[in-house]
């Protein structure tokens, strides 16, 4: 398969399920774009994860390691924008529970949230607080395609992708505390 056909080259696409050419600039090939970006800048976090050691998390008493669970977002990931794109495929139920199993079994390690804090702290942190943003454009972009009626899409991939921020979070909280970084507070002075 070639990587360029040249067809886009007027600024239309055309999607999996698609007879017809659309504009790259529809909100279909922009959630799609934003998914990719995402699935991305997990594998950015996953590489990064291995050169910080790294953290892991207990779950039914088996340590997992960072890279391993973004490597299953990333699967995930796949799936949402195959659903995006029309195909036949959905997120499995259990999905949205596996997310959320990690999230409150690495809350338990953590100290209380008390406050909003800065990015940052280690790379690998900062790149999964980045991640976390793109995943929260991600889901607005989700939810939107189905708001615009292009798309009807499973509960499983809108409770995936809004379930999604909140697992990237607790990972970049990990990472700071696996490396003995306290998260800064901002001082909100002028």
Avoid at 34 to 43: A, C, P
Avoid at 67 to 93: P, T
Avoid at 157 to 186: C, D, Q, V, W, Y
Wanted: proline residues 3%; contains cysteine; aromatic residues 4%.
């Amino acid at each position: 398969m070639a990587l360029f056909t040249g067809k886009g080259d007027g600024g239309t696409t055309k999607v999996l399920d698609s007879k017809e050419r659309i504009s790259k600039a529809s909100a279909l090939p922009e959630c799609l774009g934003t998914l990719d970006e995402l699935n991305s800048y997990v594998g950015f976090a996953k590489v990064r994860a291995v050169g910080e050691h790294d953290p892991a998390v207990e779950i039914d008493g088996k340590k997992e390691k960072t890279s391993e669970i973004l490597r299953e977002v990333q699967e995930q990931l796949f799936i949402v924008q195959a659903e995006v794109a029309g195909s036949d495929k959905r997120v499995a139920e259990d999905r949205t529970s596996w997310v959320e199993v990690r999230v409150n079994e690495i809350e338990k390690v953590m100290p209380p949230i008390t406050t909003f804090t800065i990015s940052g702290g280690t790379e690998l942190s900062a790149i999964l607080d980045v991640a976390r943003t793109i995943a929260r454009r991600a889901e607005r972009r989700v939810v939107g395609i189905e708001e615009l009626g292009l798309r009807e899409l499973s509960p499983e991939a809108k409770s995936f992708m809004n379930r999604l921020s909140s697992l990237l979070f607790a990972l970049a909280r990990l990472a700071n505390t696996h490396a003995g970084i306290e998260r800064e507070s901002p001082s909100y002075r002028s």
